[in-house]
């Protein structure tokens, strides 16, 4: 069974202060990994799709990078904005019907603090 | 296009009542996917169509659950003598068939069981 685990749960930064998010994953032949921004009472807002070890991806002050069991989500100077839940999900197989079904973690929640 | 659209937005009913929430997804997406979420977790896959077939149900589907999609186009979600363990954000998404296979996810319906 396919398992995603986010840490930490919930992480507080001072405006500036730069980190990093972490997604470990168990997956039976990895199709993509996913990085979603979820705001409060809306449905999760994609950001990056990884699809092998090594690849890194970035959109203005986020960079997400992928080895062969986790994927970081680094946030450089981050800005109030930047508050919200970040979802990380794989997607499993090369095919068939479970194509595209994406497996979630359960979020790390971000506050940034001016 | 303005996305994928959820009606309605919140729902509040009584143990024992039926509720059906319904999905537009992006017009010219094959794949529709519908995903509960409880607060404080991911997202949960509970189903998925390809046009109008319902190719995959997760065990979370409970027989009082069923979804449908005729005509490949919208789709609604049921939930027949709802339980307050249903109470929760449910999910719709779409997606094409090749590519990225990327999900956009709608705004959500909020469920309370009283």
């Known amino acids: 069974e396919d398992q995603v685990t986010q840490s930490p749960e919930a992480l507080r930064l001072q405006e500036g202060e730069s980190s990093s998010l972490n997604c470990s994953y168990t997956v039976s032949g990895l199709r993509g990994l996913f990085w979603y921004r979820q705001d409060p009472g809306k449905g999760p807002e994609f950001l990056f799709t990884?699809?092998?070890a090594g690849e890194e991806k970035e959109k203005e002050r986020l960079k997400a990078t992928l080895t062969k069991k986790e994927s970081f989500l680094h946030i450089t100077a981050p800005k109030p904005e930047d508050s919200a839940t970040y979802l990380c999900a794989v997607q499993a197989g090369s095919g068939g019907t479970s194509y595209g079904k994406l497996t979630f973690g359960q979020g790390t929640i971000l506050t940034v603090h001016p | 296009d303005t996305g994928v659209s959820q009606n309605p937005r919140h729902k509040i009913t009584k143990r024992g009542q039926n509720v059906t929430f319904r999905c537009d997804p992006i017009?010219?997406?094959?794949?529709l996917y519908w995903y509960r979420q409880t607060l404080g977790q991911g997202p949960e896959f509970l189903t998925y169509?390809?046009?109008?077939?319902?190719?995959?149900k997760s065990r979370l589907l409970s027989d009082r659950f069923s979804a449908e999609r005729p005509k490949g186009s919208f789709s609604t979600l049921e939930i027949q003598r709802t339980e307050q363990g249903d109470s929760a954000m449910y999910l719709c998404?779409?997606?094409?068939?090749?590519?990225?296979?990327?999900?956009?996810f709608g705004a959500g319906s909020r469920l309370t069981v009283l």
């Open positions: 990884l699809y092998s």
């Open positions: 017009s010219e997406h094959n794949r």
């Open positions: 998404a779409s997606s094409l068939i090749w590519g990225a296979n990327v999900l956009t």
């Open positions: 169509f390809q046009n109008e077939a319902q190719l995959e």
